[in-house]
């Protein structure tokens, strides 16, 4: 890949695409400044990103009363509007990768304090050690509630989380066995979730203080011993960096470089960071294959280069969203949203093609993909949409024929927007 390549690639597996003039910006400073600034900002002078909830009062919450509903949508369109200006894309995006890994929902959970209170932890800690954030997650209130993990006590242990933390977040199926789950969610029972104020707290009198094997250790009797012997699990570090390098190079990842980098991650004690940058350098390297973009970042990366903002979409944001299948803080079961081909569903195709046109006529005239398009330009149409080496013939050829609609470049651009030079990444 030449710098120009590069830094699109970057971009759009790790970020939120491009806004209009980034990639000649980024393509003058070189790819490892990018990468430098993509994966440790606080040490490369990158400006520290805004709460994205901070003007959204959930704290205002009241289970007692009810009311809800506003500020969920709420906290949905604040993270929405954060992904399209956010200063640290990476960051944003490593919340979204594990907001799909450690999955909660608002349909479960109800209360926005905590999904919100979730999303904070997994981006404050979503770049550090995994031992960390696993930790984290587990006795994370939104967690409790939608595992059932709140309800789990002396007499009453409840299976979900013992079994979800080991089959879908950390070790994988063929890992771990029966007497694993059970002696797990013995370990974790005691943890509980105020649905008054949405706090969490200990509560010895409900633990089952009884140490039994689990993961082949001995002794294991609470949440931290629990962590423990997950995180030294053989299958672990394999199990994390799969499924994090499937997401940023596709799913025909060698399993040869899988087990290398696992080895490195194991090594520098889960360390998330390094993980990361070695994913990238592959990438760069040329071990990255083709991936259909789901629809949440698809979208905000049509709709940054096009430089239309949320704003400009209103309610037909989210509308849009929910009718391709994929709103943030909604997924629709533990196992998250669908991946690869699973995408390119009837229903999603028409929606991206609405919203593609909606964002397209939104786009402001000055716009370099909008004046492009309107000019036929269709080498610097690509580039302004973060494809600089062009678009496939097929999409060529449908373009050109399209263009001199005297619409202003709104088809064209429209078109481009929902070709498969976008869908797929």
Same mark, same amino acid.
């Given at each position: ?270 360390? /998330? ?5 070695? /994913? ?146």
């Amino acid at each position: 890949m030449n710098d120009r390549s590069a830094i699109a690639w970057l971009a759009r597996r790790v970020g939120f695409g491009l806004g209009p003039g980034e990639l000649d910006t980024l393509a003058a400073a070189g790819v490892p400044a990018f990468v430098d600034q993509l994966v440790d900002p606080d040490a490369h002078g990158v400006a520290a990103a805004p709460d994205p909830w901070r003007s959204v009062d959930v704290a205002s919450y009241d289970p007692q009363t009810g009311g809800a509903g506003p500020l969920r949508r709420a906290s949905v369109e604040a993270w929405l509007a954060a992904m399209f200006v956010t200063p640290r894309p990476l960051e944003e995006w490593m919340r979204w990768f594990w907001h799909g890994h450690f999955v909660s929902t608002l349909g479960v959970v109800k209360d926005p304090r905590l999904m919100v209170g979730q999303l904070r932890m997994l981006g404050a800690l979503g770049l550090g050690d995994f031992r960390t954030l696993l930790r984290a997650v587990t006795v994370d209130a939104a967690m409790l509630v939608y595992l059932d993990g709140t309800d789990s006590r002396l007499g009453e242990v409840n299976e979900n989380y013992g079994r979800e933390v080991l089959e879908l977040f950390a070790l994988g199926v063929g890992n771990y066995t029966e007497h694993d789950v059970g002696a797990g969610a013995v370990a974790l029972t005691g943890w509980h979730v105020d649905r008054r104020d949405g706090s969490v707290a200990f509560r010895p009198e409900l633990h089952v203080d009884d140490p039994q094997p689990y993961l082949g250790r001995a002794g294991v009797h609470d949440v931290d011993s629990v962590i423990d012997a997950i995180v030294a699990h053989d299958s672990c570090a394999p199990f994390v960096t799969r499924k994090l390098a499937r997401a940023i190079l596709g799913p025909a990842v060698e399993d040869d470089l899988i087990t290398g980098l696992a080895a490195d991650f194991a090594a520098s004690g889960l360390q /998330i960071r390094p993980l990361v940058r070695a /994913i990238l350098a592959a990438g760069l390297d040329g071990a990255s294959s083709t991936m259909v973009v789901a629809p949440v970042p698809w979208t905000v990366a049509a709709a940054r280069a096009a430089g239309v903002t949320p704003d400009d979409l209103g309610r037909a944001l989210l509308v849009s969203l929910r009718n391709a299948g994929q709103v943030p803080m909604t997924a629709p079961n533990v196992g998250g949203w669908p991946s690869g081909s699973a995408w390119l569903t009837a229903s999603t195709t028409l929606t991206q093609v609405d919203l593609a046109g909606r964002i397209a006529s939104a786009a402001p005239k000055d716009n370099p993909a909008r004046q492009a398009a309107a000019a036929g330009d269709l080498a610097a149409l690509a580039a302004a949409l973060g494809r600089p080496d062009g678009f496939i013939p097929a999409t060529t050829g449908a373009l050109t024929a399209l263009h001199g609609s005297g619409d202003g470049g709104v088809g064209v651009l429209a078109a481009a927007l929902s070709s498969p030079d976008l869908v797929t990444g």
